[in-house]
């Protein structure tokens, strides 16, 4: 009798947390990790909020586009070209953030240090 047409009936896992999950959570509320628009919640290791992934993702796009169009295909260069304008927005975007980020911090600190200016300037002139 030939068995390769059979469908096998695996067991079914138990619905008991008893099995190691990746992120070591266990989620005791019931819900199952969906936003409001339906779409699963991903946590990716290897985000695109890294300015060093984004600029090489941007340079390899721009490779693949030089390739595809040294090989006749004008289609697929463009497609390339148009991820790699998409990562090039990215990156413009998060050395903006860094760039307000860190003139933010640096304001602050000057505010700091002149208050304890200010502030060492009063106890000199009361002693």
């Known amino acids: 009798m030939n068995n390769n047409n059979r469908r096998r009936n695996f067991r079914p896992r138990s619905q008991k947390n008893n099995f190691r999950r990746r992120n070591g959570s266990v989620n005791s509320t019931g819900s199952n990790n969906f936003t409001s628009n339906g779409n699963i919640n991903f946590n990716r290791n290897g985000s ?71 502030q060492d300037d009063n106890t000199q002139t009361t002693n």
Do not use: C, W
């Open 48 to 118: 695109m909020n890294n300015i060093h992934n984004v600029e090489k993702t941007m340079q390899k796009f721009n490779q693949l586009a030089k390739d595809a169009q040294s090989n006749g295909d004008p289609v697929l260069a463009q497609n390339y070209l148009q991820h790699a304008d998409h990562y090039l927005r990215r990156l413009n975007e998060l050395s903006e953030k860094k760039t307000h980020s860190f003139d933010k911090t640096r304001s602050t600190e000057e505010q700091s240090s002149q208050g304890n200016i200010s």
